[in-house]
């Protein structure tokens, strides 16, 4: 019997199923010292392909999830199946042969084959190596190791970023749900600029978002035992709590009776009605649970205005969950299993190397062609106050951020910000900041860029037009910070 599964094609070479089965929770599964049969395990993927949903996410740090499906697609060599994988590396400097050896060993995991779909995750976007292991990926893919380019967790500004730079960035996994909506807007939209698709996952929020949870109490938070329900609980908190919660659940059942299908195949069909989405991540535990029956109702669910209405209504009583897409790796609160990094990261290098002259005077240097040829540093410290010289989109030798002045803005602010933490403050310290624009007809979108980024700060701020070095450069940006 031919699969009704809901495809998309992603690029020429990449057709995935729409509900893409998640791959997370083997770490869950492999949690406290437990190990699985790693081909008995494979074999459990064997009713997702039969049924249709041919395409499996995972991680260089989801246990044992790339070997588990590199067995499965030896095994079944004739089978097609889309496997797509991320590399999250520690923060810092990376290099040309770090990337190349996390790509050979995600490759080697999946049986000799070029990688669907290599995601990339930066921890911070204040030091540009992440731009540097981007541009590598991208050098992998033409030498035939992986076939296409994604990122997770970017957020609006450094999707823009990279794409305006010229990196090929097929895909950008994300948070999205009816609990998260930040992927709704800024974010969307640079994908409909760019031709960028979301891949959105927490869309059932861990399980939360399921007629099991409807109509019962707050159960304690002892009772949320999976990494799933732990990070997703903190969502639900940053939504409005367990009353939030129940509206979205009494809303969802609603339309789920009118069709005749659950309440997770509402909070699926929601997210995958936005443009944006090419599909969803839905978490499977393999060889324990199967949710495939409920999943394939969601290829012919469809919503009258009236559906969409009601969502809309209900999806406005909840609290906007705090900051962009992948804030909840990046800064406080951090809405993750263990609501810190502490199983994510160890440290954060600074992004700039300090010099100390004194006791009262340091420096650092953010590597661009123009501090030797000119004879400046990107920052000095003298005692408590920060000054930042000015400073374009140019990451070592190289322009950033094409011709769109919001990318270029965006990617000044990073070195602003990366000199002020590598001398000790922080972007909420700027009080100054002096912005020169080389054609004041772009002076909106930078203005917006700004807007952004300081909108919560509020520091003094001057922009006029200016004849900048260097035809590229669209804005330059000098700041001031007191600690």
């Not at 989801?62 to 199946?81: C, F």
């Not at 190791?145 to 957020?155: A, C, P």
């Not at 994908?191 to 109490?217: D, H, I, N």
Request: with cysteine; net charge negative.
């Amino acid at each position: 019997m031919p699969s009704t599964a809901e495809r998309f094609t992603l690029a020429p070479d990449l057709e995935i199923s729409r509900v893409v089965t998640g791959l997370w929770q083997i770490a869950d599964m492999e949690r406290d010292g437990r190990t699985l049969d790693l081909a008995a395990t494979a074999e459990s993927m064997t009713p997702y392909v039969d049924a249709g949903f041919t395409t499996f996410d995972m991680a260089d740090h989801y246990g044992s999830a790339e070997l588990i499906a590199g067995l499965y697609r030896s095994a079944h060599a004739g089978i097609p199946t889309q496997l797509l994988t991320k590399w999250v590396p520690k923060p810092g400097p990376v290099s040309r042969d770090d990337v190349r050896i996390a790509v050979e060993r995600a490759v080697e995991r999946h049986r000799g084959k070029p990688i669907d779909l290599m995601q990339f995750h930066a921890w911070t976007f204040a030091d540009a190596h992440w731009l540097d292991a981007l541009t590598y990926l991208n050098d992998l893919k033409r030498d035939g190791l992986i076939r296409h380019v994604g990122v997770t967790n970017f957020d609006a500004a450094h999707l823009r970023i990279a794409v305006a730079s010229g990196i090929p960035v097929l895909t950008n996994q994300v948070s999205f749900s009816l609990l998260d909506q930040r992927a709704a807007g800024g974010l969307s939209a640079v994908c409909a600029q760019y031709g960028v698709k979301l891949l959105a996952y927490g869309t059932v929020a861990g399980g939360l978002l399921s007629a099991r949870w409807q109509a019962r109490p707050e159960p304690p938070k002892h009772d949320l035992k999976t990494w799933s329900l732990m990070k997703y609980g903190r969502f639900m908190q940053a939504a409005g709590g367990w009353s939030a919660l129940q509206r979205v659940l009494d809303v969802a059942a609603q339309i789920a009776g009118k069709h005749g299908v659950s309440i997770s195949n509402v909070a699926c069909r929601h997210i995958l009605d936005v443009p944006a989405v090419a599909g969803i991540i839905v978490g499977a535990r393999l060889g324990e649970r199967a949710h495939i029956d409920d999943n394939a109702r969601i290829a012919s669910l469809r919503f009258d205005e009236a559906d969409r209405t009601a969502l809309r209504d209900v999806l406005a009583t909840l609290t906007p969950i705090p900051g962009e897409c992948g804030d909840e790796y990046r800064r406080p609160p951090y809405l993750t299993a263990s609501g810190d990094l502490s199983h994510h990261v160890e440290a954060f290098p600074t992004p700039f190397a300090v010099h100390r002259v004194s006791d009262a005077r340091s420096y650092c240097l953010s590597g661009t062609t123009w501090e030797p040829l000119a004879g400046y540093s990107r920052a000095t410290r003298i005692g408590n106050r920060i000054h930042v010289s000015g400073t374009t989109s140019t990451h070592g030798s190289r322009d950033i951020g094409g011709n769109d002045p919001a990318a270029q803005t965006h990617f000044a602010l990073d070195k602003i910000e990366g000199a002020i933490i590598s001398l000790g403050g922080t972007l909420e310290q700027v009080v100054r900041t002096r912005v020169f624009v080389s054609d004041i007809t772009q002076w909106e979108p930078i203005a917006r860029a700004l807007g952004e980024r300081f909108g919560h700060i509020l520091p003094a701020n001057t922009m006029v037009q200016a004849k900048l070095i260097g035809e590229a450069y669209l804005v330059e940006i000098e700041a001031d910070a007191e600690l």
